[in-house]
């Protein structure tokens, strides 16, 4: 299958078309993990008295996204898919710009909010163009390889921000977020045509995602597993915030980290491309409890472990109970989004914006605080797993309660 050449109306090969939505795409995966070995230079650069403080460069770029992803699906649908993705990526470029120039911490996290709401933007539209051009298992397609690339973003971030940090200042990786979205921005200006018809926009309306909130919270199995997502990963976010500060000063890996880093993240796509094949047999609900039993089992087990080692187990301890876990929250991913919407067909694409923003606040919030918590040993994380992993398995009963 082709797309159209946006300018000439020339076919345009369908890998250009998977190629370009993966980068679009993966611009939000980039300025949240390339980003994370220069957090302590950063701070150092800018100030920051408090070394957890230097977590809030990640968690206010999710702060962004949450609010962001509540704009640009009505957006989009009002005055076309590409406009409203100019405005995402100059948004982001702006951040990135603005961050780049800091001189001072503030400075700083407005430039990272700012690209945060800029990033939600491609992240939403490229959805939207997809299910504009291809439906039913061609989508899934689509979908599928587009998603390839971005589960490997997390694997190959790090190491990019690291050598950046060999070569050149961290402003250098706010410059490589800018030349990316430049390319970007040119490269879709010029190959992907509008697919959103003049006569299918409808007008732009705060009330569709205000009314699409109050659905969600009268529907007991929407709003549970909403909530069960931002618990799960809340604990990730948790994770994001204090690897950098686990990694490199609780185990000394130095230059090492992105390796680590990256080897765990090889266990969450792993297990999204198994569930993908695992899901047609045994169903979403079933794969999510026994994750869920699996994680917050592995995650009290290996807290008492920590507890008694004074939260300094070894590191290949860690590793392992890591590799473990983000492997059942790799699982948990698409299933909870899929049972978190399996009742909003109706408003599919309003509805998915409303429960990603929703589930990203919560998980921001929880993420911080685990984040916030760090205090040189691993114990905050491991419980904030635990805790969080054990709150989910008990909403999802109050949420099935809901089904009818």
């Not at 990526?89 to 800091?102: C, E, F, H, Q, W």
């Not at 539209?125 to 971005?150: E, H, K, L, N, P």
């Not at 921005?185 to 699409?212: G, K, N, Y």
């Not at 993908?276 to 869920?292: E, P, T």
Request: glycine share 10%.
């Amino acid at each position: 299958m082709m797309m159209v050449n946006a300018k000439d109306n020339k076919p345009v090969p369908f890998v250009e078309f998977v190629a370009l939505m993966a980068i679009l795409t993966s611009l939000a995966a980039m300025s949240i993990d390339g980003i994370l070995p220069a957090l302590p230079e950063i701070g150092k650069s800018l100030g920051v008295q408090r070394e957890n403080d230097n977590q809030l460069i990640l968690t206010l770029f999710f702060l962004g996204m949450a609010f962001g992803q509540m704009i640009y699906g009505p957006l989009s649908d009002s005055i076309g898919r590409k406009p409203a993705n100019y405005i995402g990526l100059g948004l982001y470029m702006s951040g990135a710009l603005m961050a780049l120039a800091a001189t001072n911490f503030p400075v700083m996290l407005i430039g990272r909010v700012m690209q945060g709401i800029g990033a939600a933007g491609p992240r939403i539209i490229t959805v939207a163009i997809i299910r504009d051009q291809y439906q039913g298992r061609a989508m899934a397609r689509v979908m599928s390889f587009v998603t390839t690339v971005f589960i490997m973003v997390p694997i190959v971030a790090p190491l990019v921000g690291q050598t950046i940090l060999l070569v050149a200042h961290w402003r250098a990786i706010f410059g490589l977020y800018l030349g990316l979205a430049i390319i970007a921005s040119i490269w879709f200006t010029l190959r992907q045509p509008e697919t959103l018809a003049p006569d299918r926009r409808l007008p732009f309306s705060v009330a569709r995602p205000a009314a699409a909130i109050r659905e969600i919270f009268a529907n007991r199995l929407a709003f549970g597993y909403t909530i069960t997502m931002g618990l799960v990963f809340g604990g990730f976010i948790g994770y994001l915030s204090s690897a950098q500060q686990i990694f490199q000063e609780i185990y000394g890996l130095g230059k090492l980290f992105p390796l680590y880093f990256g080897a765990l993240a090889i266990s969450i796509g792993g297990a999204s491309f198994l569930n993908g094949s695992l899901v047609m047999r045994y169903g979403m609900r079933l794969l999510s409890r026994v994750a869920l039993r699996t994680f917050s089992g592995f995650s009290l087990i290996f807290l008492i472990i920590s507890v008694i080692m004074a939260g300094q187990p070894p590191l290949w301890s860690l590793m392992t109970y890591f590799f473990l876990s983000f492997f059942c929250v790799g699982m948990l991913f698409g299933n909870l989004s899929a049972l978190a919407m399996e009742t909003l067909g109706h408003i599919a694409g309003i509805g998915a914006a409303v429960i990603g923003s929703l589930s990203t606040l919560i998980s921001l919030f929880l993420g911080t605080l685990i984040g916030q918590s760090y205090n040189g040993t691993i114990i905050p994380i491991v419980s904030g797993f635990a805790i969080l992993s054990i709150t989910a398995l008990m909403v999802i009963p109050w949420a099935e309660s809901g089904r009818k």
